[in-house]
């Protein structure tokens, strides 16, 4: 386990992050677990193993899951109009007639983007995205302007509010709740969508996150003293509260795309959820998971590759694809997980679901604009922190 403990100070010591955390894991043991720097740094209060963060874009994984247990029951069905369980018809304005599924969601190829803003508030609706009359059209940016949007790959923060919309209506209670009810709870973990349910030592533990430019101090972009914050965290409009929301009007509201917080210990968990050797998810919805869904062709494109970052997808999951393009030089089989990268984080979550062995890790900040990759999307620090953490449990070719 010598390569990522060494990564990981690397890292740290040279200034590319105030603080991070990895783990590896095999089936359901820890094999190594290490921590540097600090979660705070105007305290210098050290990094914790236990200490939360929000781990951006990971966040869509334990939303998936959440969407597939109410699968399972019977509340959700993958391959149904959405809009039978979202309280709102959702088209395509250039395809009226043509459904969109919660499938095809969550694979991102429903034709579905990224406008200016992804924002839950109460006060304000999800449909209100998606039809021109709503506050957010935003001049239908968030629609794919192509001949045929469905099956083109395009990742989108936004749609992940219309799963967890789905799952409110679905399940009749709160998205984070039911993230707690159907996920976090049976895997016995301390984790929460907008800090939703996380203990007060927890949130006393927790990591803030910044970004610093070349020469300068780390500059606090989200979380800034995270014990003082409200638990949920969540954004109104002006003389509004939790208690004017009505469930199932704004799944964006607790940040299924980004928001949850959450240790690398508790990703582990996760991992060994997606891999199947913490049984989570039936055996039929756990061959699902595992089954790839895109694949990027180059001609004619079937995607965007976001600058290359995104090879295949899964049911919920990024497929990391041996190859050119895969940030893992020499890797010998596909990885299933997701990178996060927001408000300076950097981290990743990813299980080889054959062996079952994985790992997690975050650094709770980086630079404005961190150095490229050198052989993938993704930035070099990522590229190292992956290698050495694939390299340390032989899942590469040396």
């Excluded at 409009?237 to 795309?257: A, C, E, I, K, W």
């Excluded at 079937?302 to 090879?311: E, R």
């Excluded at 300076?344 to 079952?356: F, H, K, N, R, T």
């Amino acid at each position: 386990m010598k390569r990522l403990a060494e990564t990981l100070g690397a890292v740290v010591a040279r200034r590319d992050a105030p603080g991070g955390a990895a783990i590896l894991f095999s089936g359901t043991e820890i094999l190594w677990s290490g921590v540097e720097g600090v979660r705070d740094a105007s305290s210098a209060s050290p990094l914790l193993l236990g200490s939360k963060a929000r781990v951006a874009s990971i966040s869509k994984v334990a939303t998936a899951l959440t969407v597939l247990k109410l699968v399972e029951a019977g509340r959700i069905d993958l391959d149904r109009d959405i809009s039978d369980v979202l309280g709102f018809k959702l088209r395509h304005p250039k395809f009226p007639d043509s459904p969109i599924t919660p499938r095809m969601i969550l694979c991102h190829t429903a034709g579905i983007r990224d406008g200016e803003n992804y924002r839950g508030v109460v006060g304000e609706t999800l449909e209100g995205f998606f039809v021109p009359a709503g506050k957010n059209w935003n001049d239908g940016k968030h629609w794919a302007d192509l001949p045929q949007p469905f099956g083109y790959f395009t990742y989108s923060n936004l749609a992940m509010g219309l799963l967890a919309q789905a799952c409110e209506n679905a399940g009749g209670d709160r998205f984070d709740r039911l993230a707690q009810k159907l996920v976090f709870s049976p895997l016995g973990i301390d984790c929460g969508f907008n800090w939703s349910g996380i203990s007060d030592q927890a949130a006393a533990e927790a990591a803030t996150l910044y970004r610093r430019k070349t020469q300068g101090d780390w500059e606090v972009q989200v979380d800034g003293s995270p014990a003082t914050l409200p638990r949920p965290n969540i954004a109104t409009d002006l003389g509004l509260s939790l208690t004017d929301y009505g469930v199932g009007r704004n799944g964006l509201l607790f940040s299924p795309q980004g928001g949850l917080r959450a240790s690398v210990t508790d990703l582990a968990r996760i991992g060994m959820a997606l891999s199947g050797v913490e049984p989570l998810l039936e055996p039929a919805t756990q061959a699902l998971v595992l089954t790839p869904h895109w694949t990027y062709r180059a001609s004619p494109p079937n995607g965007d590759t976001s600058g290359g970052a995104f090879q295949g997808f899964g049911l919920g999951v990024h497929r990391l694809i041996p190859g050119d393009q895969c940030p893992v030089a020499g890797l010998r089989a596909e990885m299933i997980g997701h990178y996060g990268e927001a408000y300076g984080l950097l981290a990743g979550l990813w299980v080889d679901p054959i062996s079952a062995r994985g790992f997690a890790w975050f650094i709770t900040g980086s630079l404005y604009g961190p150095p490229a990759g050198l052989r993938s999307g993704v930035y070099r620090v990522e590229e190292e922190m992956m290698q050495a953490a694939a390299e340390d449990l032989g899942l590469v070719d040396l």
